[in-house]
């Protein structure tokens, strides 16, 4: 019992004595470590003749307790005084600003085709998805283009290494999937996506773009309603004042087929470039879906009819923001990017 009480005394005065964590730490493993001493007081409880165990084993306990007790408070207490000695030898101005965080942002090209999505989605529109390989079938054949159509020399294409499979050249095949899905039902849908193209690139032309589709097929649909929707859709787009301008046109797989214009304002110092002097500026080729292509489909031309069009979302966004280079959307280039 007196080895206990010799124990202790020497254990708390070396305890008092300790002023850091680090002496406390050695402190502790000294005492309380694998093969520390109190450790081994209390390990040694076992071997203490009967009669004293109890008595041995409670002093034991209580000198284990009050040391562990003011050890554990002398630590916290050294940590405090650790950190406060630091922050006054550095001290921490938490009022400075804190470093700016770079944001990111949408693409202009994701944000266009948001808009697009929205003003559609308002009429009714339903986006639906195609496939970007194609096979030539699809892409030319049943968009009444057969092998050797001179129309075919519009769309300069990619080929595989697998023969009649290609990249698709415009957003038109998904209409031929989206019919065979969906006949004999009407179909309101637009179908945007990638485009590719083998073509010379320029500022107005990539080899790799993207378009919209638009189609709508039902009953009675005419010609006035594609009017209807395309002129809402522009001026939504570009402003209520513009005026819409129906061309007629040649697409194989539309039948009349037109272009599309908008006037530009001749106040706009970049008019006469962007619309060649005309005044009028280009957003979209479409017309009524071809007898053929409706076939192809699986749509009896006599019960129903439908409107096509595809533009590109790319050069309408050039319009827009007055983008002299369509090469920048896909440069990634963050001071370009950054101001859209
Ligand atoms: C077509 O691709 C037709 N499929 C559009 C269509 C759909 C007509 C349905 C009738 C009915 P075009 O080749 O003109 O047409 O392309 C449509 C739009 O895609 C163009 O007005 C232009 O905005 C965009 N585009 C075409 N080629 C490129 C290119 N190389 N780079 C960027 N945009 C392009």
């Not at 630590?75 to 000695?85: C, I, M, P, T």
């Not at 001179?150 to 990249?167: C, E, K, Q």
């Not at 500022?203 to 006035?224: K, Y």
């Amino acid at each position: 019992m007196s080895d206990l009480a010799s124990l202790e005394l020497l254990a708390k005065t070396e305890l008092d004595a300790c002023a850091d964590e680090p002496t406390l730490r050695a402190w502790n493993t000294k005492y309380f470590g694998a093969n520390g001493e109190v450790l081994a007081a209390l390990k040694a409880i076992g071997t203490i003749a009967k009669d004293q165990r109890k008595t041995y084993g409670q002093e034991a306990n209580r000198i284990k307790e009050t040391l562990t007790q003011t050890y554990d408070a002398m630590l916290s207490a050294a940590k405090e005084r650790a950190l406060d000695a630091s922050l006054t030898a550095n001290p921490l101005d938490i009022t400075l600003p804190g470093r700016p965080v770079q944001r990111g942002r949408l693409h202009v090209a994701t944000q266009i085709m948001r808009q697009i999505y929205d003003i559609f989605a308002d009429m009714g529109f339903q986006v639906y998805r195609t496939r970007e390989v194609e096979d030539d079938l699809t892409n030319f054949e049943l968009l009444n283009m057969p092998p050797h159509h001179p129309a075919r020399d519009m769309w300069d294409t990619f080929h595989t290494t697998t023969p009649g499979v290609i990249l698709r050249t415009h957003t038109s095949p998904g209409q031929i999937h989206v019919m065979r899905e969906v006949c004999p039902d009407p179909i309101r849908v637009i179908l945007p996506g990638m485009c590719y193209r083998y073509e010379a690139i320029t500022t107005r032309s990539e080899i790799q773009f993207q378009q919209v589709e638009g189609l709508v097929i039902g009953e009675h649909v005419t010609m006035a309603d594609l009017k209807g929707t395309i002129t809402a859709f522009a001026r939504r787009l570009f402003g209520q004042e513009r005026q819409v301008r129906f061309r007629s046109s040649y697409f194989p797989f539309t039948e009349p087929s037109i272009e599309i214009d908008i006037d530009w304002p001749k106040e706009d110092p970049n008019a006469d470039r962007l619309t060649k002097g005309t005044g009028w500026l280009e957003i979209m080729g479409a017309g009524m879906v071809h007898p053929v292509v409706l076939r192809n489909g699986g749509y009896d031309p006599a019960k129903h009819s439908g409107f096509a069009f595809g533009m590109g979302p790319q050069r309408i966004t050039m319009l827009k923001h007055a983008i002299d280079d369509i090469r920048q959307f896909w440069a990634n280039d963050v001071r370009f990017l950054r101001q859209f």
